[in-house]
């Protein structure tokens, strides 16, 4: 049932249903809904911190220092910052470059390890 209204100017307006759209406009706006969303996660990556004990997953930005992101693991994983080292494919990297100067991508893992010591 739609409604109706009348103004004061003895006009009856539809209220309710808006005109339906033709395909074309839905199309746009689908593509702009997706692209909207790539957008949002553009500058997001997904990365994986992990040791022995401990997984973390976090999601960053492109361009949070990975200190940042390797402090809060420890506090995660209950171990003090100053005993870890850290790694990207074996190779141990400077913390204060961010994720994007370090060139990491989405599901990337950081390898932790503690201190060895041994005779």
Not at 2 to 21: D, F, H, I, N, W
Not at 77 to 86: D, G, H, L, Q
């Amino acid at each position: 049932m739609e409604k109706m209204y009348e103004s004061s100017t003895s006009q009856v307006v539809k209220l309710g249903k808006r005109p339906a759209s033709s395909s074309a406009t839905l199309e746009k706006r689908s593509k702009k809904r997706a692209t909207e969303g790539e957008e949002e996660t553009h500058g997001i990556i997904q990365l994986k911190v992990k040791s022995q004990e401990k997984e973390v997953i976090f999601n960053v930005k492109r361009s949070t220092k990975m200190e940042k992101i390797l402090r809060m693991f420890c506090e995660k994983a209950r171990v003090e910052y100053r005993t870890m080292n850290f790694f990207i494919d074996g190779h141990s990297f400077p913390v204060n470059k961010t994720a994007d100067e370090l060139h990491l991508s989405n599901g990337d893992e950081i390898e932790a390890h503690g201190w060895q010591t041994g005779a």
